[in-house]
């Protein structure tokens, strides 16, 4: 639940991200500034082409603004290089993704496991049961992605998203690719979380998502048209 | 992430796609294998050559009389008599001539040798106890001439293995030369060279003798045969010879020297650059097949960079730094060409023990050629997987996590 009191996790203060040069030049986002808070569930809305994926971009790390600054944890993020940008990943962030993104040739806790050999962790395996754990998925462990179905993939990247304890939990269309039931599934799960503590974004077009977020912030062309408090 | 790691994710993804994999060490396998096994037949045949000659005598240098040139007119070898029984003493001097180790005036002619009904031509010399010593000969039945046998100027022979089966002759027999009675004392081993001449097809008598009897020309000797202390004090005991001999002839410009050396190393510096060259020629085949072999790895692994694409994003977004991806992709092309170098080896050396024994061809592997080709094999991968290894870290993680 939103504490008053809870600390801001996110800043993005008049982030500009520009593609193309000269006459081609398109601004994905202009001036958008936005905060979200500790232990927020935040939906991001618009259709395509509205900066959407520009924003999941840069609030996952993945790509640095034109111009403007990202504060992440009262670090400014905006300005790192790849190599440090990939260490913020690592240790901050969980994605989930709408395609899943499992390695096909591995078992479910070893896709789970991954995050943790980019950062040297012990006992890879324990935690990495406990994320699929957490997920309800403790009798598919050695299960591979094409042995499950798309919602139990979609519950393998979440516990993969979690195996690190991460600061935020990014979720990119996570019900984009699932029928309603496991669509229902998935986001109950993010909401479980959620309700543990963790900061979630859901960035989306799926008008069921909205009511299970605290705040629902939506995008036209770049800019924030609407933001709703639940 | 850890080297091991690294090395676990690497060889976990070559053994997804096996038969790539297979197919791609094939390339380093063949390459490493043909390098191994062409540098071992160039350098058989170049030990065979080098022991072929040596069987000739390598230390064997020769001295003959009469200048090639004399004052802008060519004399002919052998058109002046210049050479003594002083030069010899000379040469045989082992203060001034340290590297010189046996000293052999010869004198020849084509006689006939008649033992009871048989009759043989062949080349008689009149020559000293180092003929033996300097011709590098060894006796099969019976003695050399002796001191005593040259200063006695004793009637007694030594033949050639073919020489003396021709005849028919045996150790002990009586036969004559131009009418003089020989004793048989000796029969030389069979010299089993193929070289010029049959160098089993001679006979030897006492130099005095010769001389006194067959010949002609006391005191004078038509060559001198020097053999040097080994194969590599040859070009010293040239100096050494030339020196004593212009000191000996009283001439100051060796340009008109009266004699001249040759040397067997001549003979065999060029047979060694011939096999040489082809040594060389046939490895630089064999490094292109393996230089082709690394441009199949890099082919390969360009491949799977691209079709990992989205792994690639995955593992970005994951927090693989650019660093890691680029260790990994070098570590699997690594992996691949290490393989392949090491089962080239096997290759290598297996060929190395079956082709001589089903194709009668020598072969000659050292440790050296091995440790290259393997050296090489690695260096090749990890060049080669470095441009698909950079590619890798580069790709930007949205792109690379949109393809599909």
Same mark, same amino acid.
């Given at each position: ?31 958008? #500034? ?13 259709? #395509?082409? #509205? ?26 993020? #905006? ?56 997920? !309800? ?13 798309? !919602? ?79 | ?29 063949? %390459? ?45 070898? %052998? ?264 089962? %080239? ?60």
């Amino acid at each position: 639940m939103v504490n008053g009191q809870a600390e801001e996790l996110i800043r993005l203060e008049s982030i500009t991200k520009t593609y193309g040069t000269g006459d081609a030049e398109v601004a994905a986002l202009s001036d958008f #500034s936005m905060s979200v808070k500790t232990g927020e569930l935040l939906a991001v809305m618009g259709p #395509s082409g #509205s900066g959407k994926s520009t924003l999941m971009n840069i609030l996952g790390c993945l790509d640095t603004p034109t111009s403007g600054r990202y504060w992440f944890a009262g670090q400014d993020v #905006s300005r790192l290089n790849e190599t440090e940008l990939a260490h913020v990943r690592n240790r901050r962030i969980g994605f989930v993704f709408q395609q899943f993104q499992l390695l096909p040739k591995m078992s479910a806790w070893r896709n789970v496991e991954l995050p943790l050999l980019y950062r040297n962790t012990r006992d890879r395996r324990d935690l990495a049961l406990q994320a699929l754990d957490q997920v !309800g998925l403790s009798n598919r462990v050695n299960h591979r992605p094409t042995q499950l179905s798309g !919602g139990q993939q979609q519950r393998v990247a979440i516990a993969r998203a979690l195996v690190t304890n991460p600061d935020l939990i990014l979720a990119d269309e996570p019900t984009g690719n699932l029928d309603t039931v496991a669509s229902k599934d998935v986001l109950a799960v993010l909401k479980e979380l959620n309700e543990q503590g963790r900061t979630i974004i859901i960035i989306t077009h799926d008008p069921e998502v909205a009511p299970v977020a605290h705040r629902t912030v939506r995008l036209r062309d770049g800019r924030m048209v609407q933001e709703v408090a639940a | 992430m850890s080297l091991l790691h690294t090395i676990e994710t690497g060889l976990r993804s070559l053994l997804g796609h096996r038969l790539r994999s297979v197919l791609t060490t094939l390339g380093i396998l063949f %390459g490493v294998a043909a390098v191994i096994s062409t540098v071992g037949i160039g350098q058989a045949s170049s030990d065979s050559v080098t022991a072929r000659i040596s069987s000739l005598g390598t230390n064997l240098l020769t001295i003959s009389p009469g200048s090639t040139v004399s004052a802008g007119v060519f004399g002919g070898g %052998g058109s002046a008599n210049t050479l003594t029984m002083a030069d010899v003493s000379g040469l045989a001097d082992h203060q001034n001539a340290p590297d010189i180790q046996a000293v052999a005036p010869v004198v020849q002619g084509r006689e006939s040798i008649i033992d009871g009904s048989s009759n043989w031509s062949t080349t008689v010399s009149g020559s000293t106890p180092d003929w033996l010593v300097a011709n590098a000969r060894n006796m099969g039945t019976g003695i050399f001439i002796s001191a005593s046998d040259v200063s006695k100027r004793g009637q007694v022979i030594v033949l050639g293995a073919t020489t003396a089966s021709n005849l028919g002759a045996a150790v002990g027999d009586l036969v004559t030369v131009k009418g003089i009675p020989f004793q048989v004392i000796g029969i030389l081993a069979s010299s089993g060279s193929q070289g010029f001449g049959n160098a089993d097809d001679l006979a030897v008598v006492p130099l005095t003798t010769a001389q006194d009897e067959l010949v002609g020309g006391a005191g004078s000797v038509q060559r001198i045969l020097l053999s040097a202390t080994s194969s590599s004090t040859i070009g010293s005991a040239y100096l050494e010879a030339d020196q004593i001999l212009l000191q000996t002839h009283h001439i100051t410009n060796s340009s008109q020297a009266d004699f001249s050396i040759t040397s067997q190393t001549q003979v065999l510096s060029t047979a060694q650059a011939v096999t040489q060259t082809l040594t060389i020629l046939l490895a630089s085949v064999a490094a292109i097949s393996l230089l082709v072999g690394g441009i199949g790895v890099m082919n390969i692994m360009l491949v799977s960079v691209t079709e990992r694409t989205s792994e690639i994003g995955l593992r970005k977004a994951l927090g693989a730094t650019p660093g890691d991806l680029f260790r990994q992709f070098v570590i699997e092309a690594g992996v691949l060409t290490a393989v392949g170098g090491l089962l %080239g080896v096997g290759t290598g050396l297996a060929a190395g023990y079956i082709v001589p024994r089903t194709a009668n061809i020598a072969v000659h592997i050292t440790p050296l050629p091995v440790l290259v080709a393997v050296g090489v094999a690695v260096a090749v991968g990890l060049v080669f997987g470095v441009y698909p290894a950079l590619r890798a870290a580069r790709l930007a993680p949205i792109e690379a996590l949109r393809a599909q």
